[in-house]
Structure formats: C-alpha cells, structure tokens
C-alpha cells in the first residue's frame, strides 16, 4: 500500500472538480511531521457532494457510497474506494461523535479544520491535539504520549 502516491492522487483529482474535503486519523502524524505507518485514508467531504464524489471516484470506488452503511449510525453515508490504498470515504459524522468531548472525526473536527501543505497540495484536517484526546479517551495514553513526545521541539 503506498498510502502517500493515494493522497496525492486524491487530492489532486478532488482539486480537479472542487470537492471540498478534509481528512484525520493516522494520516495526521506525517501531515505534522511524524513518520508513521498510514494503513488508510479517512476522506470526509459534504453530503451535498455526494452525487460529485460518486461520479469523480465511480472507477475507484469498492464499497457504494450508501445512506446508512455499515458506519451508521456513526455518519450517514460511507463507502470504500482504492487509490494506490484503502481510502475510507465519509459524510455527516453523527453529534454523538463529539459527547462527551470533541473527537478528531466529529462534527467539530469538520468545522474546525486547519490547512496543511503537503506536496504542493492544500491538505484540511483537524488540528492534532484532537486525535491525541481522542486516543486518550480510548484509552491509549502510551501513543498519546509518543505522538505529543515526537511533536515537542528538540532542544
């Protein structure tokens, strides 16, 4: 899988036909500058560019684009699609994902998005500190710490 070759491709062809979206979960350590194993591609854009994604991403996509999917009831739509690797594809993340606190995929995730350049490319997605809490809340406080060790500056 080479997770870098499919971020490039999605992002350029999402360019391409003005898709707005963002993305989050492990991609957000080398998007901060952390070498990481990616083993996907969370790609979350607006509902009401549904019919756009479908028709943009249809020779990539494996699993519909679908209305209550096998995510729900955690976002209303999802689907799978293969660009050099797993892209996970998402739209309207339930509120319960942000309850009791925000999570890094939630709904305040989507509004408050930071950009990030990355191969030339204009790349949105939640600032970290919301994938470290929500690991925290996992109950995975050693990545936690690993993930803020790795982003405080070497003195």
């Given at each position: 899988?080479?997770?870098?070759?499919?971020?490039?491709?999605?992002?350029?062809?999402?360019?391409?036909?003005?898709?707005?979206?963002?993305?989050?979960?492990?991609?957000?350590?080398?998007?901060?500058?952390?070498?990481?194993?990616?083993?996907?591609?969370?790609?979350?854009?607006?509902?009401?560019?549904l019919e756009?994604?479908?028709?943009?991403?249809?020779?990539?996509?494996?699993?519909?684009?679908?209305?209550?999917?096998?995510?729900?009831?955690?976002?209303?739509?999802?689907?799978?699609?293969?660009?050099?690797?797993?892209?996970c594809m998402?739209?309207?993340?339930?509120?319960?994902?942000?309850?009791?606190?925000?999570?890094?995929?939630?709904?305040?995730?989507?509004?408050?998005?930071?950009?990030?350049?990355?191969?030339?490319?204009?790349?949105?997605?939640?600032?970290?500190?919301?994938?470290?809490?929500?690991?925290?809340?996992?109950?995975?406080?050693?990545?936690?710490?690993?993930?803020?060790?790795?982003?405080?500056?070497?003195?």
């Open positions: 899988m080479n997770w870098q070759e499919g971020l490039e491709q999605l992002a350029t062809i999402s360019e391409e036909v003005g898709i707005e979206w963002w993305t989050t979960g492990k991609i957000l350590l080398p998007l901060n500058g952390i070498d990481a194993e990616v083993d996907d591609l969370d790609f979350y854009f607006n509902k009401n560019d756009i994604v479908c028709d943009t991403f249809q020779g990539f996509i494996t699993e519909p684009i679908v209305y209550h999917g096998s995510r729900f009831p955690t976002f209303q739509y999802n689907g799978m699609a293969y660009i050099r690797c797993a892209i998402f739209a309207e993340p339930n509120m319960d994902l942000d309850v009791p606190e925000p999570s890094h995929f939630g709904p305040y995730a989507a509004t408050n998005l930071k950009t990030v350049n990355w191969k030339g490319h204009k790349i949105k997605a939640p600032p970290i500190d919301l994938y470290i809490k929500t690991l925290e809340r996992w109950g995975k406080a050693k990545q936690a710490h690993e993930i803020r060790s790795a982003l405080q500056p070497i003195e």
